[in-house]
């Protein structure tokens, strides 16, 4: 069963967050008691915690949080649960950036900073430990504990005017630019850092595709990636995404069919022969077995980010996970 930390249940406690699942609790297990009350107790002292053991036991997932900023906690509800791919809508309103899927879900606290920013820079700063005697140079962990390497793809949606809202996310990043957290390009490589900026929605691709040294993305469409958008590389656009339905078209039963599937596979060969990964949202969330029978499908056909509602079902944390 997965362990979370003692330090991410503590937060998610305080934060309100009870649903969180797969915690590993000796009072759950058959044990002597001896042994119950050194487990129950071991974490009250130094010696069973680690400095970056904030995201322990979590396992990171192909899993994009779609709109995320819906979870009762935002972000971290996702982080425990493993998805490696976030979402956030922003609005920007006399300088700021307002987070929320519509202007009448919008309030003053529910910021790109308050619930997105600082929290993920709170996390890097647990995952990276600048007061260790054991450290030789500055490090770069993400934000995952078993998976340091494993980059978080931030996508933002911009739903106010693009040209005049992406400045302002640019600008926004700046405190995980200056720590040195963000994935880059210099034009010719790319850099793999601990997060992955992606713009979506009515982001400009004229304020990113021309500017070769830059640490934030551009989300391509995946069906003209071979055609209108055939000149986009991965250094664009690491990541593109589609609406489902509209490709796709509805599914009845728990599978796609052999038309669907030949669409899929062409696109897929045309995105990855690119280098570059795939999302599908809008995908059916009802039926539970027609939800989960696609999912199954788009990871077993090589779709890297399975576009989910649900973060626990999709993580396997939950009665409705089945085994897709």
Same mark, same amino acid.
């Given at each position: 069963?997965?362990?979370?930390?003692?330090?991410?249940?503590?937060?998610?406690?305080?934060?309100?967050?009870?649903?969180?699942?797969?915690?590993?609790?000796?009072?759950?297990?058959?044990?002597?008691?001896?042994?119950?009350?050194?487990?129950?107790?071991?974490?009250?002292g130094p010696?069973?915690?680690?400095?970056?053991?904030?995201?322990?036991?979590?396992?990171?997932?192909?899993?994009?949080?779609?709109n995320?900023?819906?979870?009762?906690?935002p972000?971290?509800?996702?982080?425990?649960?493993?998805?490696?791919?976030?979402?956030?809508?922003?609005?920007?309103?006399?300088?700021?950036?307002?987070v929320?899927?519509?202007?009448?879900?919008?309030?003053?606290?529910?910021?790109?900073e308050?619930l997105?920013?600082?929290?993920?820079?709170?996390?890097?700063?647990?995952?990276?430990?600048?007061?260790?005697?054991?450290?030789?140079?500055?490090?770069?962990n993400?934000?995952?504990?078993?998976?340091?390497?494993?980059?978080?793809?931030?996508?933002?949606?911009?739903?106010?005017?693009?040209?005049?809202?992406?400045?302002?996310?640019?600008k926004?990043?700046e405190?995980?630019?200056?720590?040195?957290?963000?994935?880059?390009?210099?034009?010719t490589?790319?850099?793999?850092?601990?997060?992955?900026?992606?713009? $979506?929605?009515?982001?400009?691709?004229? &304020? @990113?595709? #021309? =500017?070769? %040294?830059? /640490?934030?993305?551009w989300?391509?469409?995946?069906?003209t990636?071979n055609? $209108?958008?055939?000149?986009?590389t991965s &250094? @664009?656009? #690491? =990541?593109? %995404?589609? /609406?489902?339905?509209?490709?796709?078209?509805?599914?009845?039963?728990?599978?796609?069919?052999?038309?669907?599937?030949? &669409?899929?596979?062409?696109?897929?060969?045309?995105?990855?022969?690119?280098?570059?990964?795939?999302?599908?949202w809008?995908?059916?969330?009802?039926?539970?077995?027609?939800?989960?029978?696609?999912?199954?499908?788009?990871?077993?056909?090589?779709?890297?980010?399975?576009?989910?509602?649900?973060?626990?079902?999709?993580?396997?944390?939950?009665?409705?996970?089945?085994?897709?």
């Amino acid at each position: 069963m997965p362990f979370i930390s003692s330090s991410l249940l503590l937060a998610c406690t305080l934060l309100g967050l009870g649903g969180v699942k797969g915690v590993t609790a000796a009072s759950t297990l058959n044990l002597n008691p001896s042994l119950r009350d050194i487990l129950n107790k071991a974490h009250q002292g130094p010696l069973y915690n680690y400095p970056t053991s904030f995201t322990q036991g979590i396992v990171p997932k192909g899993i994009h949080s779609h709109n995320d900023y819906w979870r009762d906690v935002p972000f971290y509800t996702a982080l425990s649960a493993g998805a490696i791919s976030t979402e956030s809508d922003v609005w920007l309103y006399n300088g700021t950036l307002y987070v929320g899927h519509e202007q009448s879900a919008l309030t003053t606290t529910r910021t790109f900073e308050s619930l997105y920013i600082n929290p993920i820079m709170d996390v890097l700063k647990r995952q990276n430990p600048t007061n260790s005697k054991f450290l030789s140079s500055t490090t770069h962990n993400g934000v995952f504990d078993t998976d340091a390497g494993q980059t978080l793809y931030l996508f933002v949606d911009l739903k106010t005017d693009g040209a005049t809202t992406w400045p302002f996310v640019v600008k926004s990043l700046e405190p995980l630019r200056q720590a040195g957290f963000l994935s880059s390009t210099n034009g010719t490589a790319f850099t793999s850092r601990s997060i992955t900026v992606i713009g $979506t929605g009515n982001t400009p691709l004229s &304020l @990113v595709q #021309p =500017i070769s %040294s830059r /640490d934030y993305f551009w989300d391509a469409p995946i069906p003209t990636l071979n055609s $209108t958008f055939s000149n986009i590389t991965s &250094l @664009v656009s #690491p =990541i593109a %995404s589609a /609406d489902f339905a509209a490709v796709f078209g509805p599914v009845f039963g728990t599978s796609m069919n052999e038309t669907q599937l030949e &669409l899929l596979r062409a696109q897929v060969k045309t995105a990855h022969g690119k280098g570059i990964k795939l999302r599908y949202w809008d995908q059916p969330g009802w039926p539970v077995s027609t939800r989960n029978g696609i999912w199954r499908q788009l990871r077993s056909e090589g779709v890297d980010l399975i576009n989910v509602d649900d973060v626990e079902a999709a993580a396997g944390f939950s009665d409705g996970a089945g085994d897709w």
